[in-house]
């Protein structure tokens, strides 16, 4: 089955510094990877998402990258605040037999921007 | 367009009680899945559903958990009987035709 592995666990950045978050995955089949934004106490949140026929995709200070052949794609935010603070998990859904599979979570990364 | 909704919250019992949550999803979504969050953790997928169609139970513990979809909406996460390493945060998710899931608020469960 699927494995997705997620790097680093914590992240600690400056405000307006730049945050980039990595995640493996395993299975070849993987097509959809979507990116969640989790508060404390709160449910995650998709805040961004790419299918594997795209390289990359942006969404104002968010941009996610994706590369098939070494299976990694990353999450990118540019110009960090405060309020980016969180843990953000990367999920991977494998397509078989014309049907979306599950999401598999990596560990998350806990983002902390500092004032 | 209301969320996903879960209840309780919060739910704290003593092992071996039976604890049951409930949830309900976006109006239209037809699949339905229950989450482990252990602390520190990614979500993990306990069970989906296909309207009232469990279609991938594999990760659920048969021994002491059930799940429930009877109408093909609403859904019942059951547990019975609890042991201490049931402490988590059960999440709910519902999703539509595209692939994006919404998840609840979560229950969170404390065993004692």
């Known amino acids: 089955g699927e494995n997705v592995e997620q790097h680093p666990s914590t992240l600690s950045v400056q405000e307006g510094d730049s945050a980039v978050i990595k995640c493996t995955y395993s299975d070849s089949a993987s097509n959809y990877f979507p990116w969640y934004k989790q508060e404390l106490g709160k449910r995650p949140q998709l805040i961004i998402d790419?299918?594997?026929?795209?390289g990359e995709k942006k969404d104002q200070r968010i941009a996610v990258t994706l590369n098939k052949t070494a299976k990694h794609f990353s999450l990118h935010i540019t110009e960090t605040q405060p309020e980016d603070s969180a843990v953000y998990f990367c999920?991977?859904?494998?397509?078989?037999?014309?049907?979306?599979?599950?999401?598999?979570f990596g560990k998350g990364t806990k983002l902390s921007v500092k004032p | 367009e209301a969320g996903v909704v879960q209840s309780p919250r919060y739910k704290i019992i003593e092992k071996k009680q039976p604890v049951a949550f409930w949830c309900n999803p976006i109006s239209g979504h037809n699949t339905l899945y229950w989450y482990r969050q252990n602390l520190g953790q990614g979500p993990e997928l306990l069970i989906r559903?296909?309207?009232?169609?469990?279609?991938?139970d594999s990760q659920l513990p048969k021994d002491r958990f059930s799940a429930e979809r009877l109408k093909g909406v609403d859904s019942t996460l059951k547990i019975q009987p609890a042991e201490l390493g049931d402490s988590a945060v059960y999440l709910c998710?519902?999703?539509?035709?595209?692939?994006?899931?919404?998840f609840g608020p979560g229950t969170r469960l404390t065993v004692l």
């Open positions: 998710a519902s999703s539509g035709r595209a692939d994006e899931q919404f």
């Open positions: 559903y296909e309207n009232e169609e469990a279609v991938d």
């Open positions: 999920a991977a859904s494998p397509y078989y037999g014309g049907s979306q599979g599950n999401l598999i």
């Open positions: 790419i299918r594997s026929n795209v």
